[in-house]
């Protein structure tokens, strides 16, 4: 997966706000990192579509489990403190 090289750049130079990428963290693990998040909403994605009436409770607790795991990622690898 590529990330778009416009974005990597303004990375580079510091210009996207909240965003913290450490000296010791390269390019490669940023986007190792954002193509986590992205299959951790895509597997969101599918457990939507997957939902029926009978077993929206037990979705909507892995939805939340997911979705509060991604918080947590995004706050300790991606904004400043």
């Known amino acids: 997966m590529e990330i778009?090289?416009?974005?990597?750049?303004?990375v580079e130079r510091g210009q996207?706000?909240?965003?913290?990428?450490?000296?010791d963290k390269?390019?490669?693990?940023?986007v190792d990192e954002i193509c986590r998040?992205?299959?951790?909403?895509?597997?969101?994605?599918?457990?939507?579509d997957k939902m029926t009436s009978g077993n929206v409770?037990?979705?909507i607790a892995t939805i939340k489990g997911?979705?509060?795991r991604n918080v947590e990622f995004?706050?300790?690898?991606?904004?400043?403190k």
């Open 16 to 23: 996207i706000r909240n965003v913290d990428v450490h000296k």
């Open 74 to 80: 995004i706050e300790k690898h991606f904004l400043s």
């Open 37 to 48: 998040l992205k299959a951790n909403f895509e597997n969101i994605v599918s457990i939507c």
């Open 26 to 30: 390269s390019i490669e693990d940023l």
């Open 57 to 59: 409770s037990h979705h």
């Open 4 to 10: 778009d090289a416009h974005f990597l750049r303004e």
């Open 66 to 68: 997911i979705s509060l």
